[in-house]
């Protein structure tokens, strides 16, 4: 009996630690994409910053 408990439990271990590195895994990737994102917000925040100068000045030159 004791044996078929032992077993049991070593299973049930394995298959906890293949989920737990399977959560990790998901997490490593979540992050890379948020990081990927940021790098992608922060360029396109200084582009639009870019052609709001412009613009700006387009429009100060032609009234000024």
Known sequence: MSIQ???LDY???LKQSRLEAKIDAMGL???ARFVALSGEISLLKRM?????VLNVAI???LFL
């Open 48 to 52: 639009v910053g870019t052609s709001l």
């Open 11 to 13: 299973a049930h271990r």
């Open 29 to 31: 990737k979540i992050e």
């Open 59 to 61: 429009v100060l030159k």
């Open 5 to 7: 408990f032992d077993t």
